[in-house]
């Protein structure tokens, strides 16, 4: 059987598991890293030239995106667009600096930007806003005649509606997803400009359009390409190979049109056998505290500020996971995060953990010497049959979940089999097993220990410091007669928060 590798990609990331190396056999949950797509560097310029010029073999398709290229009035075509321009600024407005009242009747939001309202989620032209306004000084633009290139999206209908289709349903795509991108379709497919009159950006390889650059919503997915292609000259094996590799994407709503209509049609433009995105889980916002988060503003808590905190990164991971705006929109607040690192890391997480290892490293006499002990009865110990049922099905809703990108319902499952653990452990009273049915409690010990070794594989892709601090002990301290529960210094050091010290009083 082939190995299925899965490629997982956003606005900025793709997978590590590259270089040409074929990745373990369904390997799941792969790292990922993090890099600007939005270059202008040789790779992308590359990858945005071969993206076109490999098209040129083709007939309808081949001029439909060659004359990106061309100019030809075939597919794409040359057109003159109505564009914004700042005479205070001098120059002609990129979207995100143009602000003004949405066109779309009943929506009411008087910032939207330039080429999309966050609000209602329509993609838009500045000149189809009304009372616009240079976001840089405030002025009121004028309207110019400039030269574009579109595509002309209509040409791909039937196809996009073909993939969309089967890729919604085998992909199980978020519901969100699915219904932002079958109102965009609804409203009709219409020609779409893909250059601008910006300094920054990809140019244009033409020389009419020489001072022209690629609108980024056109450029940018092609560097999810140039990007693999950065990292490993086998990059095709990825991005080429959609019987072997899946691809799953993971953004904001306000980002889905661009990957779910725009990105497709391209690649289906070129009529070649690409790697097409089979699932992609969008969130809704997530909000600050009583208002919206706001950089410019200075509203909100950011990378920088979160570092600042010294709270560990896997305490931030968890609660903005749990916290993820799957299904609708998300607050954060600094409350919430002292509550779910208090209630869930601590009582519930923590305390299981540190309950068994703790009881395993007393010396003999009180424990087991930091050996964890054989329990050669466990099949036969109706308390440690009950827990295997129990955790078995949270398993398998575990992966189900995983498989279906449910991050959130994922990790809840995964606490939920921590909390089992801490349920086993009272109910079995292993201090008083220790001494009054030894072969009991032995059973109980061992069994714990699977379960802590359990969690720290299922709560991997949400807290990998933790689950690597956790096996490092089973792996290394439990044999060594030195067990200290260093996996505290990684959730539980920051300040404000409970600390190790106090967990051990």
């Keep these: 059987m082939q190995s299925t590798r899965k490629c997982t990609s956003g606005s900025t990331s793709a997978s590590t598991t590259l270089a040409g190396r074929p990745p373990p056999s369904r390997q799941r949950y792969a790292n990922r890293f993090s890099a600007n797509c939005w270059t202008t560097t040789g790779s992308q310029r590359t990858q945005c030239s071969r993206f076109v010029s490999r098209c040129s073999s083709r007939n309808f398709l081949a001029s439909y995106l060659f004359c990106v290229i061309t100019g030809s009035l075939q597919g794409p075509y040359s057109v003159y667009r109505l564009q914004l321009y700042c005479e205070s600024c001098q120059r002609f407005l990129a979207d995100r600096f143009v602000v003004g009242s949405c066109p779309v009747e009943g929506c009411g939001n008087d910032t939207a930007r330039g080429d999309q309202c966050d609000r209602c989620g329509r993609l838009l032209n500045s000149t189809e806003l009304i009372d616009p306004r240079c976001k840089v000084c405030e002025g009121i633009p004028i309207v110019r005649d ?12 039937e196809q ?9 349903a085998t992909g199980s795509w978020s519901q969100n997803a699915v219904r932002i991108t079958d109102a965009w379709l609804k409203e009709g497919l219409r020609p779409r400009c893909i250059t601008r009159d910006l300094k920054w950006g990809v140019p244009v390889p ?51 049109p661009f990957h779910t209509v725009m990105f497709p049609s391209a690649l289906l433009g070129t009529g070649e056998n690409w790697t097409l995105m089979k699932n ?30 010294n709270i560990p990164a896997d305490v931030w991971r968890y609660y903005l996971l749990s916290n993820r705006p799957e299904a609708s929109d998300a607050v954060f607040t600094w409350g919430g995060l002292q509550i779910k690192h208090n209630n869930e890391l601590l009582k519930n997480l923590g305390n299981f953990i540190y309950r068994v290892l703790s009881f395993i490293a ?20 109706p308390l440690s049959q009950s827990l295997a049922e129990t955790v078995g099905n949270l398993i ?83 044999h060594s007669g030195n067990v200290y529960m260093q996996i505290y210094n990684v959730l539980f050091s920051g300040p404000g928060l409970a600390t190790a010290e106090s967990l051990s009083e």
């Design 362 to 381: 007393k010396p003999e006499g009180a424990g087991y010497g930091s050996i964890i002990p054989e329990a050669p009865n466990a099949d036969i110990h």
């Design 280 to 309: 992609i889980s969008v969130t809704e916002y997530l909000n600050y505290e009583s208002g919206k988060f706001s950089k410019t503003k200075g509203i909100g808590v950011f990378g920088n500020d979160a570092k600042a905190t």
């Design 160 to 168: 996009l509606e073909k993939y969309i289709d089967e890729a919604s």
């Design 206 to 256: 033409h020389e009419k359009y020489k001072d022209k650059v690629f609108y980024v919503w056109f450029d940018a997915p092609i560097g999810y390409i140039s990007i693999t292609a950065c990292y490993t000259p086998e990059w095709e094996k990825w991005w080429k190979n959609p019987e072997n590799v899946e691809l799953y994407q993971f953004m904001g709503k306000d980002n889905v």
């Design 396 to 478: 398998q809703q575990y992966i189900d979940a995983m498989d279906k990108v449910k991050l959130k319902q994922g990790l809840k499952i995964a606490m939920a089999i921590s909390s089992e653990g801490n349920a086993y452990l009272q109910e079995s009273q292993f201090w008083k097993l220790y001494k009054q049915d030894p072969a009991s409690c032995t059973t109980v010990m061992k069994t714990s220990v699977g379960v802590v070794y359990l969690l720290a594989c299922l709560l991997e892709p949400f807290m990998p410091s933790f689950s690597k601090d956790v096996c490092h002990q089973l792996l290394n301290y439990l």
């Design 146 to 157: 400039t030269d574009h290139l579109f595509l002309e999206l209509p040409l791909l209908k």
